[in-house]
């Protein structure tokens, strides 16, 4: 969080972030329906203008949403629960959500108040708040990027995958 955003843009982890989702959209069928977004406390979706509407996969759509991510400085702490609202905002509900993240969030709804540090209890907690607001019935999909010092992550989004029916992975260093 010191550095400065051209050195944050460059690091070994967001550049292997970029490069899954990268990896990802290449794997959407021309046509369908998607949506992108990229969040820290707020999500924000990747093509100017649509946020809460689907978006018809095509090349141009999808080069645009990797150009802007490319850009995304990663900062901030990370809402979940907002993403997870975000998601449940689109009509009709997604089939599948794919979640690329480094670990547990660190905020809720709201910035906190008071306390600034959050330790592994509050980000479990965080996590079990932003689960509450996933839309019903939709499989949750996680790609946990290679990351250290959250040792509840792999145990709780696999738990997640489990209950919606989606999946967990976590590449390794050198992937994609």
Do not use: C
Not at 22 to 28: A, G, I, P, V
């Amino acid at each position: 969080r010191h550095l400065a955003d051209s050195v944050k843009l460059r690091t070994e982890k967001w550049r292997q972030t970029v490069a899954t989702v990268d990896w990802l959209t290449t794997q959407l069928q021309p046509g369908v329906q998607a949506q992108f977004y990229v969040f820290n406390t707020q999500p924000k979706p990747l093509v100017a203008g649509s946020m809460d509407k689907w978006l018809t996969v095509e090349a141009k759509t999808v080069a645009g949403a990797l150009e802007q991510l490319r850009k995304t400085v990663p900062a901030d702490g990370t809402s979940l629960e907002n993403a997870f609202a975000a998601a449940g905002r689109l009509q009709p509900a997604p089939d599948l959500i794919v979640l690329v993240t480094v670990g547990l969030p660190t905020q809720g709804a709201n910035p906190p108040l008071l306390k600034k540090v959050v330790d592994g209890d509050d980000r479990m907690k965080l996590f079990e708040k932003a689960v509450k607001v996933l839309p019903r019935r939709v499989p949750v999909s996680t790609v946990l990027m290679p990351m250290e010092g959250d040792p509840q992550a792999p145990f709780l989004f696999w738990r997640l995958a489990n209950a919606t029916g989606g999946g967990v992975m976590s590449p390794a260093k050198d992937w994609p």
